[in-house]
């Protein structure tokens, strides 16, 4: 019995790749050829060698720990959909771990040539706390700088334990430092307001800012003499009394070193300030120096 005779098949064109959808491969491999020439080691990607790269990385310095953490960023961006966590499961990496690292990778890719902090950083750990300080303080230590009280030594010497607390104290120090100081700009910013509309209600005389100026000045003085009539006084009154009832000399050496620091301060004031030994004005008041009224008296 012959064979059938088969039928020709007619072959269909593929149909054409919608405009949109063209857009969006282009843009994807524009993507990817940028995600490889920044993380990239020249070679075109390939997820096996990829996978052996990040895994002879994992174990050592963290010059290393950047290395793979580029690596991390190619794979994950050019792996097909859904590989991405089978991948970091046969390197048995964990997510977060990874993701860190990519991190890392990215931060430090901000520094120009970071040996010098690399090597100061030495372990994975390390070099994840340093990724709290901003790309300008990273810049600076690596160039011999300091950063929160470290200098590049201090970082080698210390444990990570040791390198995270130093760094949250500076953050805590910084913020703490930054809320007292908008809390006083805030003030300063209350206090010239109000002094800007009280100004514009009622704008002081300067006589009378004069005036209370000097009454200002004048209880400061007041309490300055106090301190010297009745306190420095009662003290050395009730020095000399125990040094008598206790038949000790009495210091006076001591008791006139005082008096010579508290004559120094008034003449470096008078000097100062260039004022005359007394007033040159008259001390009397007015009302003793002005002549008396004349009293017009009625005729009789």
């Known amino acids: 019995m012959g064979r059938t005779k088969s039928q020709p098949v007619e072959l269909v064109e593929d149909a054409p790749l919608s405009d949109d959808l063209n857009v969006k491969l282009s843009a994807m491999a524009e993507h990817h050829a940028l995600i490889l020439q920044q993380f990239g080691d020249g070679l075109p990607f390939d997820s096996l060698r990829y996978e052996d790269k990040i895994r002879g990385h994992l174990s050592r310095s963290a010059e290393e720990i950047l290395s793979a953490g580029r690596a991390l960023i190619v794979s994950k961006e050019l792996l097909p959909h859904g590989e991405w966590l089978d991948f970091l499961a046969r390197?048995?990496?964990?997510?977060?771990?990874?993701?860190?690292?990519?991190?890392?990778?990215?931060?430090?890719?901000?520094?120009?040539?970071?040996?010098?902090?690399?090597?100061?950083?030495?372990?994975?750990?390390?070099?994840?706390?340093?990724?709290?300080?901003?790309?300008?303080?990273?810049?600076?230590?690596?160039?011999?700088g300091t950063v929160a009280g470290l200098e590049l030594d201090d970082i080698g010497r210390m444990t990570s334990r040791e390198l995270k607390a130093a760094l949250r104290e500076a953050r805590e120090t910084n913020a703490a430092q930054q809320c007292v100081l908008a809390d006083k700009n805030e003030?300063?910013?209350?206090?010239?307001?109000?002094l800007e509309k009280k100004s514009r209600i009622q704008p002081p005389k300067p006589d009378e800012e004069v005036k209370k100026l000097r009454l200002e000045v004048a209880a400061i003085s007041t309490e300055a003499e106090s301190a010297i009539t009745v306190r420095l006084y009662s003290a050395f009154e009730t020095l000399c009394a125990y040094c008598s009832d206790n038949q000790i000399d009495t210091p006076r050496d001591f008791m006139a070193g005082l008096i010579c620091e508290l004559e120094y301060a008034a003449r470096s004031l008078r000097s100062t300030f260039d004022l005359p030994d007394e007033p040159t004005g008259n001390a009397a008041p007015s009302w003793l120096t002005e002549p008396e009224p004349e009293i017009k008296r009625q005729e009789a």
């Open 187 to 194: 003030k300063i910013d209350a206090l010239s307001t109000k």
């Open 91 to 144: 390197l048995g990496l964990d997510r977060t771990v990874a993701w860190r690292m990519s991190q890392a990778a990215i931060k430090f890719s901000n520094v120009a040539a970071p040996q010098h902090l690399l090597e100061a950083a030495g372990t994975k750990t390390k070099l994840f706390e340093l990724m709290v300080l901003d790309d300008e303080e990273l810049t600076e230590l690596n160039d011999g």
